[in-house]
């Protein structure tokens, strides 16, 4: 039996201890939220991942320069991304005669430096107001095309206004933080479609008894544990020396799911099914499981 001392996700805020997703500018990454030394970057200064605790998910973070002050800023990143948007247009009257052909991007557009777009935010202009400035003082903005436009606004904003979500470790958001990070050979390359599949034909549901192997990272475990919701029972059989179940620490599972939760090598459980297992000095020997009161089939068996 395993135990974690760690909250359910179905928490609206960031609690101590927690995994958490932080999407910049749609790239997301894993951040634990501690005491010690993790850091996150919000407009453009790190600050302790400690400055998360109670900040609700789904959430855009924007940090108060005065105070260093994670504080929410109440717009979507659909929003910000919106205004940009028609900046773009409002730009783009006469877009059938723009052509890229005349600019030359020799560095010498753009009328602000980086040491003045410092200062600015030193004064406490952040977010749109920065990139207003960037913009209005670019020599060539207007006559670049449509397309250039975005490119250049999504590259000014990464550099000085990324937009940073905080997000709920959840299955599908960890498939795609495994994408980033270039582990999808690790978790076979499953997507979160896939995996909501093999829950459903393997008639995964609270209360049942599940075997799961799982060589993905921990992520069908995972998958798994979370459907379950502490009402049945788990066995993961794992054929390395420790239990590969990093995807179930990153989900914040409470302590009832934990509890339902059994690890063993998968040589045990061969021999365990062979009636070949040979239990340790002074421990009973493993007797069969009994049959089951339900005409039900057990989770994963035929019907």
């Not at 005349?102 to 107001?129: F, M, N, S, Y």
């Amino acid at each position: 039996q395993m135990n974690c001392p760690m909250s359910t996700t179905s928490d609206p805020v960031v609690e101590r201890g927690h995994w958490v997703i932080v999407s910049t500018n749609g790239e997301k990454r894993l951040t634990k939220v501690d005491d010690g030394g993790n850091k996150l970057t919000i407009d453009g200064q790190q600050v302790p991942s400690s400055k998360l605790i109670n900040f609700p998910y789904g959430a855009v973070a924007s940090l108060e320069a005065a105070t260093k002050t994670v504080t929410v800023d109440p717009r979507l990143p659909e929003d910000i991304n919106g205004i940009r948007n028609e900046w773009v247009n409002a730009a783009d009257v006469n877009a059938e005669e723009k052509t890229n052909k005349e600019l030359v991007d020799d560095g010498t557009a753009q009328a602000l430096t980086a040491e003045e777009i410092t200062e600015l935010k030193k004064q406490g202009l952040q977010g749109d107001a920065i990139m207003q400035q960037i913009v209005s003082n670019s020599a060539t903005f207007e006559a670049k095309t449509s397309f250039s436009q975005h490119k250049y606004l999504k590259k000014k904003s990464k550099k000085y206004t990324p937009v940073v979500q905080i997000l709920p470790t959840t299955i599908q958001n960890l498939c795609e933080v495994y994408s980033h990070q270039g582990k999808l050979d690790r978790i076979h390359e499953l997507r979160p479609d896939t995996i909501a599949l093999l829950l459903h034909r393997a008639n995964v549901r609270a209360g049942t008894r599940v075997l799961v192997v799982d060589t993905t990272l921990g992520i069908v475990a995972a998958a798994v544990a979370e459907r379950l919701g502490g009402h049945g029972s788990m066995l993961v059989a794992h054929a390395k020396p420790n239990v590969p179940l990093e995807s179930m620490h990153h989900l914040n599972l409470g302590d009832d799911i934990w509890s339902a939760l059994h690890a063993a090598p998968l040589d045990d459980v061969r021999e365990l099914l062979e009636g070949t297992l040979t239990p340790p000095d002074g421990a009973p020997a493993v007797a069969p499981a009994p049959a089951a009161d339900t005409d039900e089939p057990a989770a994963g068996a035929p019907a």
